[in-house]
């Protein structure tokens, strides 16, 4: 497996304590989808664990991931913190901060384009085909639909001929 991020050690990966009070879960598909990722690009971010309770405060998802690789160590990052409370702050900022960016759509469709060359499966966007055809058909223009009843009537000036 390919480390291409900084990290304060490759930590066997049973040492690796996930914190039990994390309030995040983490569904199979997204565990799937994360083990994809780590498999094709490598380790991107470590996993971070604090010094003082030894328990994982980023990353639980990424555990997951590597335990259903069956990687044998996982690149962790040591933190210290100065009390329990900026620990657990970390920890509950970690699981919400993502939630709350907004989704240039417009800019994430020209990307997801120029990636659609067919050299990458673009499940590795962690878009799935029927998001992806939700986001490219968002952009498509409205058929006009015009109501029969009110199609304007046009009539030939030589002879007389009606029609809408």
């Given at each position: 497996?390919?480390?291409?991020?900084?990290?304060?050690?490759?930590?066997?990966?049973?040492?690796?304590?996930?914190?039990?009070?994390?309030?995040?879960?983490?569904?199979?598909?997204?565990?799937?989808?994360?083990?994809?990722?780590?498999d094709f690009q490598g380790w991107r971010s470590p996993i971070v664990v604090s010094k003082s309770s030894g328990f994982i405060v980023r990353g639980h998802g990424r555990l997951l991931a590597a335990q259903r690789l069956k990687l044998k160590k996982v690149?962790?990052?040591?933190?210290?913190y100065d009390n329990e409370a900026q620990e657990w702050a970390d920890l509950v900022a970690d699981n919400r901060i993502a939630e709350l960016?907004?989704?240039?759509?417009?800019?994430?469709?020209?990307?997801?384009?120029?990636?659609?060359?067919?050299?990458?499966?673009?499940?590795l966007t962690a878009w799935d085909q029927a998001s992806l055809e939700d986001l490219m058909s968002s952009f498509l223009p409205e058929p006009i639909e015009e109501d029969p009843l009110e199609a304007e009537v046009n009539e030939c000036p030589k002879c007389g001929h009606k029609w809408k």
């Open positions: 497996m390919k480390n291409r991020c900084n990290y304060t050690r490759l930590e066997p990966i049973e040492k690796v304590i996930p914190n039990p009070r994390n309030p995040n879960t983490h569904p199979e598909g997204q565990i799937e989808l994360l083990a994809k990722i780590i690149p962790i990052d040591v933190q210290v960016a907004e989704m240039d759509r417009a800019t994430l469709k020209d990307l997801i384009e120029e990636l659609d060359t067919g050299e990458i499966d673009l499940d």
